[in-house]
């Protein structure tokens, strides 16, 4: 059996995981009042990309401190999780955005700028240059 024990550096990890947890609930407030409340699928999909990620992320490492530091038990998975989501959470959120972009659907009507829109064109007049002279 596991000797219980009161210590300061227990009571600071014990902190250390319940910030981290109140930040990941935070997060994860503020990606679904992003999803309720923004206008059109870019906006959404950036509160959905980056501040749900932040959100799991300190859950998940909250998880993982409770686990390593109170328990005793490193667990492999849960930091290869982290490190995936981490990665793959951004990416596809861009996915998404430039996916929307190219099948037509419009951005906001408060939207100040639109990058894509100027890139789309200058990609598309090399392309056309590129085939007056193959031609």
């Given amino acids: 059996m596991r000797e219980e024990r009161f210590s300061i550096e ?6 250390l995981i319940i910030v981290l ?15 309720i409340r923004l206008p059109d699928v870019y906006t959404r999909t950036h509160a959905a990309s980056k501040s749900s ?10 998880t993982f401190i409770h686990f390593w530091l109170i ?5 492999t ?10 990665i793959t959470a951004p990416v596809g959120g861009h996915l998404i955005g430039r996916a929307s972009y190219m099948s037509g ?31």
């Fill in 53 to 62: 990620t932040l959100g799991v992320l300190c859950v998940l490492m909250a």
């Fill in 71 to 75: 328990e005793g038990i490193f667990n």
């Fill in 21 to 35: 947890m109140s930040t990941g609930v935070l997060f994860s407030v503020v990606t679904a009042l992003g999803l």
């Fill in 105 to 135: 659907i419009k951005v906001a009507e408060e939207t100040v700028r639109d990058d894509m829109k100027d890139a789309l064109k200058e990609e598309k007049k090399e392309i056309d240059e590129n085939k007056s002279i193959e031609h």
């Fill in 10 to 15: 227990t009571t600071i990890v014990n902190i």
């Fill in 77 to 86: 998975q849960m930091v290869i999780a982290i490190v995936f989501l981490f």
